[in-house]
Nanobody
C-alpha cells in the first residue's frame, strides 16, 4: 500500500507557474508508474502526466511543452512543474500510483488559473 499527499496548488494568473508535489508514504523507487490526473466538475478525470520507475515520461497533448513531471526517489516525492498556465488548466489535480496492480489516489489539490 501507499498513501499519497499532494500540495502546491493555488490561484495563479494566466502565464504563471506552479509546482505540485506528491509525497508518498513509502519508497517510490520501485513503483511502476506514478502520475498526475486532473478533473473539473462534470467531466471525467484525465491523465496529465505519467512517470515510470525507469524515468520514462508521457504527457497529454494539451500540456506538452508546458508541464514537466519528475521524481526524487530519495524524498519519495513526485513533482509536476506547470508553466505557462492557462485558464483551461483549472482543475483539481490528483496524484496517482500503480502498485501491485492496484491504483492509489491522493486527496487532490486545487489549481485555479484566473486573472
Amino acid at each position: 500500500q501507499v498513501q499519497l499527499v499532494e500540495s502546491g496548488g493555488g490561484l495563479v494568473q494566466p502565464g504563471g507557474s506552479l509546482r505540485l508535489s506528491c509525497a508518498a508514504s513509502r519508497s517510490i523507487f520501485s513503483i511502476p508508474a506514478m502520475g498526475w490526473y486532473r478533473q473539473v466538475p462534470g467531466k471525467q478525470r484525465e491523465s496529465v502526466a505519467v512517470i515510470t520507475s525507469s524515468g520514462t515520461t508521457t504527457y497529454v497533448d494539451s500540456v506538452k511543452g508546458r508541464f514537466t513531471i519528475s521524481k526524487d526517489n530519495a524524498k519519495n516525492t513526485v513533482y509536476l512543474q506547470m508553466n505557462s498556465l492557462k485558464p483551461e488548466d483549472t482543475a483539481l489535480y490528483y496524484c496517482h500510483a500503480v502498485l501491485e496492480y492496484r491504483g492509489y489516489w491522493g486527496q487532490g489539490t486545487q489549481v485555479t488559473v484566473s486573472s
